[in-house]
């Protein structure tokens, strides 16, 4: 494993395994499948990955505790650096800042957590929080020891991120980047400005959610040779990360050991300054190419689904209605959409209630987007 520097001192893989997207069972987000997981984990930690990244909110809250019991487990406590995220969308008053932060320590089974973040930040939060008491409660969870190192996840555009990096001696941050999203939300103007300042960058949604990740077409194939480039998808959206001396974690969300084994030989292997002219030439049409197809900019990270009362499943019906254009195949496309969205929660049974829309993190306009898609799919 390759390793990047954190304040001089800490040596940080360059990749982390993310808790997100782990494999689970019968299709329920919050039954983490333990056993294929923690065969996950431990191949990570054993080949030098010493970062996890955890949230209150994954997996149905079930991600926090089961990174706990593996690392308790395993005895890996002092052997990776454990990151975790405070809903802030769940701190009504001040105290709940700590109470949240303790619950989330018990989740996880330790006195600390080596990088903290409020999760999810962007204008919505922070233009209406109580700075002065939250900085405060910044303040007492690292002088208290429960926290070592603050930072944030960010969704929102640029002026906000410079908004929020400005406001406060923060030790990392946590933005989206890939090669689709260099001028979306921080993109690479907002790498730039944080590590400017010193300030550690983690990555996530490399491969954009998995879209980045697999040979979708012919059409897509043609640009890999054309440019010969040999490696595959999620390779090189994996190595066109590692090359920026900016980045200092790449967050990967595998959710099957293949290809996680897949992101840890590429993390092993590429470094600042590998990408070659022919691989950059396959990046700027392989944009060219999801730019002309995307119909929905949805990552699939499930933040909408939880409080949806019709239990749509609003990442599957936007799935399927990129992929007819993606994969081009309006056959396998019909087939799917009638088979995984039975009709009571097709998107014509949305009550309209818009909750959907103030969890996205992409800022997507959910119920217009489904009734497109679903007219979309049931016109093939
Ligand atoms: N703070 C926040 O707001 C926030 C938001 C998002 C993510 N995160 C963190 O960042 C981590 C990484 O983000 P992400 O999960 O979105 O990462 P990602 O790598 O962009 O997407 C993960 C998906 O990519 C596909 N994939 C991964 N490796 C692959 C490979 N070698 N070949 C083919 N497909 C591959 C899989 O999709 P398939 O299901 O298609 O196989 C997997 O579920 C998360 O796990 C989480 O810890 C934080």
Request: proline residues 3%; charged residues 25%.
């Amino acid at each position: 494993m390759k390793y990047r520097i954190f304040k001089n001192e800490t040596k940080i893989s360059q990749m982390g395994l993310g808790f997100m997207r782990l494999p689970v069972i019968d299709g329920d987000n919050a039954r983490i499948d333990e056993e294929k997981a923690e065969e996950m984990a431990l191949y990570a930690y054993e080949n030098g990955v010493n970062y996890f990244d955890s949230a209150y909110a994954y997996h149905g809250h079930m991600s926090e505790k089961f990174v706990g019991k593996i690392v308790q487990k395993n005895n890996l406590r002092d052997k990776v650096y454990l990151a975790t995220k405070m809903p802030v969308w769940l701190a009504k008053a001040p105290e709940d800042y700590d109470r949240l932060l303790d619950e989330q320590l018990a989740n996880l089974q330790t006195d600390y957590v080596d990088f903290y973040l409020l999760h999810s930040l962007g204008a919505g939060f922070w233009n209406n929080v109580e700075k002065q008491e939250l900085f405060a409660f910044m303040e007492r969870a690292k002088r208290d020891g429960r926290v070592k190192n603050i930072g944030f996840s960010f969704h929102d555009n640029i002026p906000v991120f410079k908004q929020i990096i400005d406001a406060y001696t923060w030790d990392f941050c946590q933005i989206q980047l890939n090669y689709m999203d260099e001028n979306y939300q921080a993109g690479i103007e907002g790498l730039k400005y944080a590590a400017d300042k010193g300030i550690f960058v983690v990555i996530m949604e490399p491969l954009k959610g998995g879209r980045l990740g697999t040979m979708l077409s012919n059409t897509m194939q043609a640009v890999f040779d054309k440019n010969d480039v040999a490696l595959k998808p999620a390779a090189l959206a994996m190595k066109y990360l590692f090359d920026k001396s900016e980045v200092g974690c790449v967050l990967t969300g595998a959710s099957t050991l293949e290809q996680l084994k897949e992101n840890v030989a590429t993390a092993k292997t590429c470094d600042v300054g590998d990408l070659t002219d022919n691989e950059k030439q396959a990046i700027q049409e392989l944009e060219a190419f999801y730019n002309a197809r995307t119909k929905v900019p949805c990552t699939g990270c499930l933040y909408c689904i939880d409080d949806c009362p019709q239990r749509i499943p609003i990442n599957i019906v936007f799935s399927l209605y990129n992929g007819r254009y993606m994969y081009e195949n309006d056959t396998m496309a019909k087939i799917q959409y009638y088979a995984h969205v039975s009709e009571a929660r097709r998107p014509d049974q949305c009550l309209d209630c818009g909750i959907c829309e103030e969890r996205c993190p992409q800022g997507i306009a959910i119920r217009e987007k489904l009734k497109e898609a679903q007219a979309d799919l049931e016109s093939i």
